[in-house]
């Protein structure tokens, strides 16, 4: 994946209200109408959001009539996501010294695997 399109993509997630949605509609389609009763917001905002989902293609909808109908159009890509965002990681702290010892570890294990030149 190209960096500018996994950047915007990694934006479609960064907000609360997006992240909402995807939370709602990985549990299956949902009309507008349905997602306005649901979520905190106004018709307008939610459409803002929906937009910018549908434009990193995460969300795609199916109309009929003015009845229009969200679904994930990567539903496993949202899913491994929203799971991932889900895990209790620890926040790992290091020392300077520590920081200094990997890199040491590091330029010593790099130099051992250089090939000398015959």
Same mark, same amino acid.
Not at 68 to 95: A, F, Q, T, W
């Given at each position: ?11 479609? $997630? ?46 795609? $909808? ?54 000398? $030149?015959?």
């Amino acid at each position: 994946m190209e960096t500018e399109t996994a950047a915007e993509t990694l934006k479609a $997630f960064s907000h609360p209200t997006r992240l909402s949605i995807l939370q709602e509609l990985l549990a299956g389609p949902k009309c507008v109408t349905d997602m306005e009763e649901l979520l905190p917001v106004r018709q307008a905002n939610l459409s803002q959001h929906l937009c910018v989902l549908r434009n990193a293609k995460l969300v795609d $909808f199916a109309q009929e009539g003015a009845l229009r109908c969200y679904y994930l159009s990567r539903p496993r890509l949202v899913g491994d996501m929203l799971k991932l965002l889900g895990r209790e990681e620890p926040v790992i702290k290091r020392s300077p010294a520590q920081l200094k010892a990997d890199k040491q570890r590091r330029e010593r294990a790099r130099q051992r695997l250089k090939i000398p $030149f015959v």
